[in-house]
């Protein structure tokens, strides 16, 4: 799990890089073209300094733009593929990922906890018609909401109630389907309940018509570092079988690579 940001001096912090990076956050799935207006608003910054960040990206290259719009370009994913290629725990975890989708033709995923959401960092491809798919529309560096998915509840279990209790304080949990718990008691309900049996089972909190399965994936010292899942709807296996025949599985990988860490 990605450590806490480290304190600062004042005079160490580079405003401007944090305000451009915060520009280049600001586009998403919801918002994949932003105007100056849009950016700044999105970015909690002046419109001026929104449009000035915006050029600048677009200069460098990191964004493509028609005069008034602005979308990101080819070249942020010099930035994903530095972190693939660098970081260990993609590195470590992907064959045990290919393996088990091999084993059972489900797609199976290592996951990163970044505040309110999570992160792909690893994935697995299943086989359909000969040809490698990645199930359900999603992909390395996909993020979901934390408390709507079986990986976000692992690892927000794994916090220490005190940190949990600042994370939630105050916080709106959005729905994302009819089943998505979205009360801050229910969610404590939820991962006390995940705590005991160290595995999370989700259905349709995210999305209709899928669910998934979870552990935690921890080091030889005890610390939870991401959660590993397979994701499958539910008229392909109900929840029971699951449990019975792909929760020792997870587990079992975890287990695996935990010496490894």
Not at 5 to 13: F, K, R, Y
Not at 128 to 150: D, F, I, K, N
Request: hydrophobic share 45%; proline share 5%; charged share 20%.
């Amino acid at each position: 799990m990605p450590q806490p940001p480290s304190p600062i001096a004042p005079q160490d912090l580079i405003a401007g890089l944090a305000k451009g990076l915060a520009v280049l956050e600001s586009f998403d799935t919801e918002r994949q073209r932003l105007n100056a207006t849009m950016a700044a608003q999105r970015a909690g910054i002046t419109r001026a300094a929104a449009r000035r960040h915006l050029l600048t990206l677009a200069h460098l290259g990191y964004l493509e733009t028609d005069g008034r719009q602005f979308w990101l370009s080819s070249k942020v994913l010099r930035l994903s593929g530095s972190y693939l290629a660098s970081a260990r725990l993609p590195r470590l975890v992907q064959p045990v990922l290919h393996r088990l989708a091999a084993q059972t033709g489900l797609s199976f995923s290592c996951v990163v906890r970044d505040d309110s959401e999570v992160v792909i960092v690893a994935r697995s491809a299943v086989q359909e018609s000969g040809q490698q798919v990645l199930a359900h529309g999603l992909h390395l560096g996909s993020r979901l909401p934390v408390h709507a998915t079986s990986t976000g509840r692992v690892l927000l279990a794994a916090l220490p109630l005190t940190e949990l209790d600042a994370w939630l304080e105050g916080r709106e949990l959005p729905r994302m389907t009819a089943h998505t718990a979205v009360d801050a008691t229910a969610l404590r309900s939820l991962l006390q309940q995940v705590r005991e049996q160290d595995y999370c089972l989700a259905c349709e909190e995210h999305e209709l018509g899928v669910q998934a399965l979870a552990v935690p994936l921890r080091n030889m010292g005890g610390q939870t570092l991401a959660a590993l899942n397979l994701v499958t709807s539910r008229q392909r296996l109900p929840a029971s079988a699951m449990r019975a025949q792909l929760l020792p599985m997870l587990q079992e990988a975890a287990r695996e690579l935990r010496p490894l860490l």
